[in-house]
């Protein structure tokens, strides 16, 4: 669905912009509103909903002169158009303010636990394309067929169950019963202190740093998690494949194809999909960006101490600075994958390029 | 819309796929019927319909199918009790209480969540995409640019902070996830208003001497109200399943309102032994937005044969 808005998107911008100077132009100033819409938004929820946005941060028990305080931090006395000015200016410098619950500037925080987001939104991801792109193709060639129909279903399927739940039954099944996966969490209590992580990406770090127990841990640990967001993702992905080689299946390119004589199979491998391949660059992208919202609940179920475990952490407490500053961030991800998915579409695909 | 020349069947079919005609009437239910056939023609599509009359069923009369009283359980008997036990099918939660009943009233919720969203989020962009449309020019670049900064943002999360910043509850839920689902059917709404903006039957009313605004109200927005539908039908999966995370959250309905999100996060804590206090909410759950993603899709290759397949 995401898709649809962005090619019109797209589309749309690729018939107004002629010249390349006004299209890198049109380019910045969407990433300039799209960011100032984003940061009016947690402004407007963080600031102007809240009857009292201090008792909002600090929670109605705190002593009065703490409330105070605070107030006076959060320049409370100031007028609107000032407070979203100062805002912006502390947003665009990383200070989200401190967070109550860890007592650590939010930012500093998110910087620790972003990259176990990114590492399960990675595997989900690669899980996603490496079994959608395959289902889908099938799909599309076999269009009508009781394949077709089992891939439709298993796609909808995705789309339609509430994911923490699945989540909660895999655990119960793969953990619990069957003992083939690790409890929730990133890495047994065992390797928490004795591995130093590099980037923060445990798969990775332990590779380099030749820890095959730690690796082996690791997997044992996201397989769970990163299939069930790759599931997610599969459903997405083997769709719009399906879609997208349906549409080059019917194209002339693929009658002379035959008419040459080349078999089935490399029809359909390496002249279909290959067109196809550029319009599911995007949609692959776009459904990183729709994981790294979806590990929300995910990372609630796993334990997997990332961003969205952090932001539904801060809600239960009332940390109104993390949440916000987490929604700034996985809001700022999500608009830059979205504008990187655009322009690597229009370099990739020559037809948008020429006009 | 052409008719594809069918071989001559009892004479209702004939008179309804006809070339030709006699009357208005004769034509709209000629229509109706074409959709129709083609709608059910897709099989999975009739199971999405049966699944959400079944719904719609089960919540007009969840007093007299519930069993027993969804709120208040037998805590001295019924506790935790498996699914099969007599009297309580699907077994009981931890408070004695039935959970088939509590998923039959549970079922009044999530069609609350759903038609109030759609009656709040249809209508905004509805004017947002049919106004922006209509008018063109800095309005339309305004409020365009508006319902990007809103795309741009992922829905859960924002619904989150909202309903951080409302506090939680149903009714916080259900404006936070109005919220975030109306930009899509702005821009659905915009795309069509474009594709009928400068035809004749627009510029035969306008020369008739009507306003803007009634031109918009009478004349553009009930043309973009069958893909809207199309949409919003798409949508009501994923609004379900984000008012299931919220209410598993604890931000949506609180208890003992008997929300499905809210009854598998309280199955959470025994899940392990007793499993089906959390699964049969999920089940249900599971069902209904299939049965509205059957539906949608069954929608749209009917209503759109165009896109029909993709």
Redesign the interface.
């Given at each position: 669905?995401?898709l649809n808005?962005t090619t019109?998107?797209t589309r749309r911008k690729r018939s107004r912009s002629s010249s390349t100077g006004k299209a890198v132009l049109r380019f910045l100033v969407?990433v300039v509103?799209?960011f100032l819409?984003?940061l009016?938004?947690?402004f407007f929820?963080?600031r102007v909903?809240?009857i009292d946005p201090a008792l909002?941060i600090v929670g109605d028990r705190a002593p009065a002169h703490v409330v105070e305080r605070v107030r006076e931090q959060l320049g409370l006395n100031l007028p609107l158009y000032q407070q979203f000015y100062f805002y912006v200016r502390d947003a665009l410098t990383g200070n989200f303010g401190t967070s109550v619950l860890t007592t650590n500037p939010v930012m500093e925080d998110i910087r620790r636990v972003f990259p176990a987001t990114m590492e399960l939104a990675t595997v989900g991801t690669v899980f996603g394309a490496l079994f959608g792109i395959p289902l889908g193709v099938l799909a599309a060639v076999k269009?009508g067929s009781i394949a077709d129909?089992i891939v439709?279903?298993v796609g909808?399927?995705g789309?339609?169950?509430?994911?923490?739940?699945?989540g909660?039954?895999s655990?119960?099944l793969f953990y619990?019963k069957l003992r083939w996966v690790a409890y929730p969490g990133r890495l047994d209590i065992v390797y928490e202190y004795t591995f130093t992580p590099i980037t923060g990406f445990f798969l990775f770090d332990s590779l380099v740093q030749g820890q095959w127990d730690v690796f082996w841990d690791a997997f044992r640990h996201i397989i769970l998690p990163g299939a069930l967001l790759g599931y997610f993702s599969l459903a997405y992905i083997s769709r719009m494949t399906r879609?997208f080689m349906?549409?080059e299946l019917q194209q002339e390119y693929i009658v002379a194809a035959r008419a040459k004589g080349l078999s089935e199979t490399r029809i359909i491998w390496f002249h279909a999909l290959r067109n196809a391949a550029v319009p599911l660059i995007t949609v692959i992208a776009l459904s990183y960006?729709?994981l790294?919202?979806?590990s929300?609940?995910t990372e609630?179920i796993f334990s997997w101490p990332g961003l969205g475990l952090y932001?539904?952490n801060s809600?239960?407490n009332?940390d109104?600075n993390a949440?916000?500053g987490?929604?700034i961030i996985?809001?700022s991800v999500?608009?830059a994958i979205?504008l990187l998915s655009d322009l690597l579409y229009r370099t990739l695909d020559p037809r948008t390029r020429s006009r | 819309m052409s008719v594809v020349e069918q071989t001559p069947k009892p004479y209702s079919r004939d008179w309804l796929l006809s070339d030709r005609p006699t009357s208005r009437h004769q034509a709209r239910l000629g229509r109706a019927y074409v959709i129709w056939r083609r709608f059910s023609e897709n099989r999975l599509a009739l199971v999405g319909l049966g699944i959400i009359i079944l719904l719609l069923f089960v919540a007009a009369f969840a007093n007299v199918l519930a069993p027993h009283n969804p709120v208040q359980g037998d805590l001295m008997n019924a506790r935790l009790l498996p699914p099969g036990s007599p009297g309580y099918w699907l077994g009981t939660d931890d408070q004695g209480r039935d959970i088939l009943s509590r998923l039959i009233h549970g079922s009044r919720l999530t069609l609350m969540v759903i038609v109030l969203v759609a009656v709040i989020a249809a209508p905004i962009g509805l004017i947002v995409g049919t106004v922006s449309g209509y008018a063109g020019g800095w309005i339309d670049a305004i409020l365009m640019r508006i319902t990007d900064i809103f795309l741009a943002f992922p829905k859960l999360v924002l619904a989150l902070a909202l309903v951080a910043a409302l506090g939680p509850g149903i009714e916080n839920a259900i404006l936070a996830i109005a919220v975030t689902s109306w930009p899509p059917y702005a821009r659905i709404a915009r795309a069509e208003t474009l594709t009928f903006r400068n035809s004749e039957f627009i510029s035969a009313v306008k020369l008739m001497g009507a306003s803007p605004f009634r031109i918009v109200l009478r004349h553009v927005m009930p043309l973009c109200l069958s893909s809207l539908i199309v949409r919003v039908t798409l949508d009501m999966a994923g609004i379900i399943l984000t008012a299931a995370g919220l209410g598993f959250l604890g931000l949506g309905a609180q208890p003992p309102l008997p929300e499905w999100g809210a009854m598998i996060a309280s199955g959470r804590r025994f899940i392990l032994d007793q499993w089906w206090v959390a699964a049969m909410p999920g089940f249900a759950i599971l069902i209904v937005s299939l049965g509205f993603n059957l539906l949608g899709d069954g929608l749209r290759d009917a209503l759109d044969p165009k896109e029909a397949g993709q």
């Open positions: 669905m995401t808005d019109a998107a969407t509103t799209t819409g984003l009016a938004v947690t929820i963080g909903i809240p909002a269009r129909q439709r279903v909808l399927i789309y339609s169950v509430p994911i923490f739940w699945l909660l039954l655990l119960v619990a879609s349906l549409n960006a729709g790294l919202e979806g929300v609940l609630t932001i539904t809600l239960q009332a109104m949440v916000l987490g929604t996985v809001g999500f608009i979205n | -």
